[in-house]
């Protein structure tokens, strides 16, 4: 805004400095100055005020030039009496007068208009001014805001990070007590090789009792690391191509050391049989099996093989059967009361799923849907000898909607689909009664699952997938108990 004002500045001086030549200078110009204008004149300059002798009929008077209330420069003129003839002197100077005056009056006018258009000039960029600070102004509020958002973002990060110190202090503790087993190992190694040098030259009596300790503290902390949360699943390991688009295939969690038996049920429903192979390599690369007849067929693919025992849901009924693998009788058999069936309260992909049961760390599970549920997911922990309901929970999951389920440390797992992308996007924790939406993906390699189950002693989900039998690891976060081992 300063050149501007500059501007109108300079024009007002020189507006200025032509008022004071014409009270100056117009006089002599005309001839109307302190000298005689004719010997019959007589008259002279008053230089006290500026004008000529008050003689109207023989003389002129100039005065000085003003301005008016719009700055423009006025001269005012008293001309003598005109006389009649056109050839006088006093006439023409009267006439050289008027065009002089003309002149300025002309050359005033186009300063005029110089004037008007640079204070308008002026006035536009003081309107541009005054956007300009107030968009600075808005600018200046917006990052205020923005800085006031990024401040709340970076504070609530921090609320979140701020639980997780107790838990890495935790590990701290539990990293010290590894080096310690490690350090108690190596010192027992030492003294074992001492003793295989020197015959009787140590207690063993204190060396057994210092192995079953720590032998005993191991197994106490392994227990703590038995269960958690599941954090990711591995890439798909294909097993074996086998069977028909539906079924199911598992080992038995509760098998004692060296029994890797392999059990094998192809379809979901009005089958009888189930394929026992005596070892995870002989069901990969051969086609030798035992066979099992079942008394009744089964329904679904949600059969489990546990203990010894194979416990499968009844075709078109709610009854669960356990059948002994060994004697091949049943040892018990038990209704689950209000559980839907015959494709009544199926997962997404149907095949008469409606009772998938389910083992895990913490033993035998059943889950289903009810009408007294609205046809959401109920979960029911099983005694595995008398087939008895422990404990139920009712989720608010629509069990149609899920794709596939599986139980892991207490805390049942749902995924979104059967077919194509597919992810672990619900998770039911009974310890609490609470649940909470994830996000865990994983490869659905041959676009339909019918069967997702975990194995508690492979640490691994087993699964049927369009005619393929697929293995996937799980990534579990451990939280070591704090209490003394």
């Known amino acids: 805004m300063s050149v501007p004002l500059l501007k109108i500045g300079a024009v007002l001086s020189t507006m200025a400095m032509i008022t004071n030549w014409m009270s100056q200078t117009l006089p002599s110009l005309v001839g109307l100055n302190t000298t005689k204008l004719s010997a019959a004149s007589g008259g002279t300059l008053d230089r006290s005020t500026g004008v000529l002798p008050t003689n109207p009929e023989e003389s002129w008077q100039v005065y000085s030039s003003a301005q008016d209330s719009e700055g423009r420069c006025i001269c005012t003129v008293v001309a003598p009496q005109q006389s009649m003839c056109s050839r006088d002197a006093r006439t023409k100077q009267l006439r050289q007068l008027l065009e002089k005056v003309?002149?300025?009056?002309?050359?005033?006018?186009?300063?005029?208009?110089?004037?008007?258009?640079?204070?308008?000039?002026?006035?536009?960029?003081e309107n541009q001014m005054k956007g300009l600070e107030s968009k600075f102004k808005q600018v200046e509020e917006s990052h205020k805001q923005h800085l006031a958002r990024q401040f709340k973002a970076i504070k609530a990060k921090m609320d979140e990070l701020r639980p997780l110190i107790p838990v890495l202090e935790e590990y701290k503790a539990d990293a010290k007590l590894v080096l310690q087993f490690k350090e108690e190992v190596q010192n027992l190694t030492s003294v074992l090789n001492e003793l295989q040098e020197e015959i009787g030259a140590y207690d063993y009596d204190e060396l057994q009792s210092r192995v079953s300790n720590l032998e005993e503290r191991l197994r106490a902390c392994m227990q703590k690391l038995a269960c958690g949360k599941l954090t990711g699943i591995s890439d798909p390991v294909t097993v074996k191509t086998s069977g028909s688009r539906f079924g199911s295939w598992m080992t038995d969690p509760l098998a004692p050391e060296g029994d890797n038996r392999v059990w094998y049920m192809d379809g979901y429903h009005n089958n009888r049989f189930v394929r026992e192979y005596r070892s995870m390599i002989d069901f990969m690369n051969t086609d030798n099996f035992t066979s099992h007849r079942l008394p009744h067929p089964w329904s679904g693919t949600g059969q489990v093989v546990y203990n010894g025992s194979i416990y499968f849901n009844k075709f078109q009924s709610h009854i669960i059967i356990r059948f002994d693998l060994k004697s091949e009788t049943i040892l018990k058999t038990r209704?689950?009361?209000?559980?839907?069936?015959?494709?009544?309260?199926?997962?997404?992909?149907?095949?008469?799923?409606?009772?998938?049961?389910?083992?895990?760390?913490?033993?035998?599970?059943?889950?289903?849907?009810?009408?007294?549920?609205?046809?959401?997911?109920?979960?029911?922990?099983?005694?595995?000898?008398?087939?008895?309901?422990?404990?139920?929970?009712?989720?608010?999951y629509p069990k149609r909607s899920a794709g596939e389920a599986f139980i892991i440390c207490g805390t049942l797992y749902v995924t979104n689909g059967y077919s194509g992308g597919?992810?672990?996007?619900y998770a039911y924790q009974t310890n609490a009664s609470t649940y909470e939406y994830i996000d865990i993906p994983f490869q659905n390699k041959y676009s339909h699952i019918s069967m997702l189950d975990y194995n508690p002693k492979d640490r691994a989900l087993y699964a049927w997938n369009n005619g393929h039998q697929i293995l996937y690891n799980v990534t579990l976060f451990h939280v070591i108990r704090s209490d003394e081992l």
């Open 102 to 125: 003309q002149n300025m009056s002309q050359s005033i006018e186009v300063l005029d208009r110089r004037t008007q258009r640079d204070l308008q000039y002026v006035e536009k960029m």
């Open 422 to 425: 597919t992810k672990v996007h």
């Open 335 to 396: 209704s689950l009361d209000y559980a839907g069936y015959n494709n009544m309260y199926h997962y997404a992909w149907g095949g008469h799923s409606d009772i998938d049961l389910m083992v895990d760390e913490n033993g035998l599970w059943a889950v289903y849907a009810t009408n007294q549920n609205a046809g959401n997911i109920v979960i029911s922990k099983l005694d595995p000898i008398s087939l008895q309901i422990l404990q139920t929970w009712n989720t608010s």
